[in-house]
């Protein structure tokens, strides 16, 4: 599957991967599209089998804090103020642990028999840290680990981070002073850059154990970027490492929240992106990572790719995969099987990575074809391979109307990225009418031998 690589109409922030048996689990808050606030009153689990990562499944509402048409709410101190973000679920002794942050209210603690839920309310928290640690008990992005020798910690924070062991007879208990303030700086002891700002922290708390090493994976005062620390405890000190992805690189950025997982020997970042202009409509998307011997994790930028080694340029692309966004477009939701990518203007920039185009087959040319809705303005989409400024391989006149537009292009072989730039042939005074003025709605494309 491609980025994102639930079904279009899902949009599943913070998501948290866990691999339960055979197969892998998203549990994850829940944006409605178009939104102007983040998440709403459900949370939400997805799975596929570890070796099909193309059938993801959806298990639906797996906890609620007001009632909806099929089901009460679970929590009975909760109502419409009460918003549910970034969950964690964690399994021990054969029960599964759901770890709730309710916006305005004590947080609390799930339980089922089944990866997938529906989770039942086991507890509130029950906690004696003071209040102003906790956040009066909503215990903000709880990332839960459990160790090797049964340990059960709790990562959490909201522009300041602490943790704390829970009691693993009962799984909703922290145990009385265990807590531990800041494992993760949020300010800065000396003058500095983008750099210094990385390493401060702004919320997403998630720790992994991988290879003996504790990582604790976050997103930075920075706020586009996934980060990670380590230590060889799981309650530190914490070392910054760097970061493994940023939403924002040529894209509409803004806040990010993931963990990573290993499926089939191949290790992934999971991570989510925004649409419709805002930094709400957040939609689920994965990249692949290494993890060197020396335990560092190299930053990876963000592609359409997904789960997939690459795309077929010969089957219909959605635009709405795309990874690159400049100049005020933006993806958007026209209804619940319609995604386009909007605002396009004079100068923008939409691109997708990466594309196997395949061997060389005797012919110099190929045809390339998209759907558009057009807005009233004449104008041309140019064509390139590896980069806004890589090569043109041909061009396409779009008009006024709603239409499929296609030209010839250069054929090209093997592995690459395609980039489409916009302008217009107007000039004097028009010119500078149609430089602010959206052109054409991108719909999808294809390229045909």
Same mark, same amino acid.
Not at 185 to 213: H, L, W, Y
Not at 311 to 333: N, Q
């Given at each position: ?94 029960? *599964?642990?759901? #770890? ?11 339980? $089922? &028999?089944? %990866?997938? @839920? +529906? =989770? ?94 504790? *990582?604790?994976? #976050? ?11 380590? $230590? &060889?405890? %799981?309650? @530190? +000190? =914490? ?117 196997? =185009? ?92």
């Amino acid at each position: 599957m491609a980025n994102p690589y639930l079904p279009g109409w899902e949009y599943i922030p913070d998501g948290e991967p866990r691999v339960f048996g055979d197969r892998v689990y998203v549990y994850g808050s829940h944006d409605k599209a178009g939104s102007d606030s983040f998440c709403d009153h459900v949370l939400k689990c997805w799975s596929a089998p570890v070796d099909n990562l193309n059938d993801w499944v959806c298990h639906g509402d797996i906890f609620h804090t007001i009632p909806d048409r099929d089901h009460p709410a679970d929590t009975d101190w909760t109502d419409g103020n009460n918003q549910l973000f970034a969950p964690d679920v964690v399994e021990k002794d054969g029960k *599964y642990y759901l #770890y709730a942050y309710i916006i305005n209210a004590k947080g609390c603690v799930g339980v $089922s &028999d089944r %990866p997938e @839920g +529906p =989770f039942k309310l086991l507890s509130r928290y029950k906690y004696t840290m003071p209040d102003e640690i906790c956040c009066d008990g909503w215990f903000i992005d709880p990332g839960v680990f459990v160790d090797d020798d049964g340990r059960t910690y709790i990562y959490c924070g909201f522009e300041r981070s602490f943790m704390a062991e829970i009691n693993g007879s009962n799984m909703y208990e922290i145990i009385d002073g265990s807590e531990i303030e800041h494992i993760i700086p949020n300010e800065v002891t000396k003058q500095g850059g983008f750099d210094a700002k990385e390493k401060i922290f702004f919320e997403a708390c998630s720790m992994r154990k991988i290879n003996g090493t504790y *990582y604790l994976i #976050y997103s930075p005062k920075q706020g586009t970027r996934l980060a990670y620390a380590t $230590s &060889d405890k %799981p309650t @530190g +000190p =914490f070392t910054y490492r760097g970061y493994i992805v940023d939403n924002g690189v040529d894209y509409p950025g803004g806040n990010d929240h993931g963990s990573v997982a290993c499926i089939n020997g191949q290790w992934y970042i999971f991570y989510h992106r925004m649409t419709n202009g805002s930094i709400m409509s957040r939609r689920a998307c994965v990249e692949k990572i290494q993890i060197l011997p020396d335990g560092t994790i190299p930053t990876v930028e963000m592609t359409s790719l997904g789960f997939e080694d690459a795309l077929s340029p010969y089957r219909v692309t959605p635009a709405d995969i795309a990874c690159v966004l400049k100049g005020e477009a933006y993806i958007t939701e026209k209804n619940v099987f319609e995604r386009v990518i909007t605002n396009i203007k004079d100068g923008t920039v939409i691109g997708y990575k990466y594309y196997e =185009f395949g061997e060389d087959y005797g012919s110099a040319t190929m045809e390339f074809a998209a759907q558009i809705n057009g807005m009233g303005a004449d104008c041309k989409l140019h064509i390139l391979i590896d980069g806004e400024d890589g090569e043109e391989i041909g061009m396409v006149r779009i008009g006024h109307d709603s239409a499929t537009v296609s030209c010839i292009v250069k054929a090209v072989t093997g592995r690459h990225s395609v980039f489409f730039k916009v302008d217009t042939d107007y000039e004097g005074w028009t010119k500078g009418y149609f430089e602010n003025k959206a052109l054409f709605e991108l719909k999808s494309f294809v390229f045909m031998k």
